[in-house]
């Protein structure tokens, strides 16, 4: 498991290196500001006997975002406290369950996509025994994601699905279309791209609204607009993307 520091005096441990332009400068709020707002007063929150007080789930469709927001809680929390970070559905093929053990001393645990490995055995014991750590024997602090909510999720272990529910719940809200053209041209700005309104909207035709497929795209754009140093044109999109 790779370690860096992070930009302040506490430590961000990886499974892997998190983007840098996934931040809150980049995250478009949309219907989700709220959810934003409660999550940025829970990470600041004194610390907490309860468990219930301590979990927080964010649940929504795919490419709702919930990874990007999780990235940029992350880096932010790493500036003050120690952080751990897991994506799930990347670690579940190559990895061993017994990656929880001792997570229980960082500050703050962050597993994403959880529903991955919650139908498998292995995996459902060590998340409920690392739960039951954090109830027991810490003022850590657990945020999770997951494509539904924590009384729809399905596990191996209906004991873990019980711990679940203690969690704090919020719903990620999908972009509109509007809203995804802004990200576009956000995450553009932040490569040093320039994504007129125009070329945005033809993208989004185009390519489909899937934010992850968008952003994809996007990196390819611009590692083709650097190598041929050309601007981001619609007839330029057309000829790398083949499309």
Known sequence: ???????????????????????????????????????????????????????????????????????ALC??????????????RELAGQASPAMFEGLEHY???????????????????????????????????????????????QAALNDLLSRLQWAATYHLEPLTDEQKREALIVRAEQRGLELGDEVARFMLLRLGRDMRDLMQCLERLDRASMAQKRRLTIPFIKQVLAI
């Open 107 to 153: 500050d703050l645990i962050c597993l994403d996509d959880i529903d991955e490995v919650l139908q498998q055995q292995q995996w459902a014991e060590a998340l409920f025994a690392l739960i039951n750590r954090l109830t027991d024997h810490s003022r850590s602090l657990l945020l999770i994601t997951a494509s539904q909510s924590s009384q729809h999720l």
């Open 75 to 88: 880096a932010a929390a790493a500036e003050r406290l120690t952080v751990m970070y897991m994506p799930l």
């Open 1 to 71: 498991m790779a370690e860096t520091r992070s930009a302040g005096p506490q430590q961000l441990a990886l499974a892997v290196q998190l983007p840098d332009d996934e931040t809150f400068v980049t995250f478009i709020e949309g219907a989700n500001g709220q959810t934003l707002s409660m999550l940025k007063n829970w990470l600041h929150q004194p610390p907490q006997d309860s468990i219930s007080a301590r979990m927080s789930l964010v649940w929504g469709a795919q490419a709702a975002g919930k990874s990007h927001l999780l990235h």
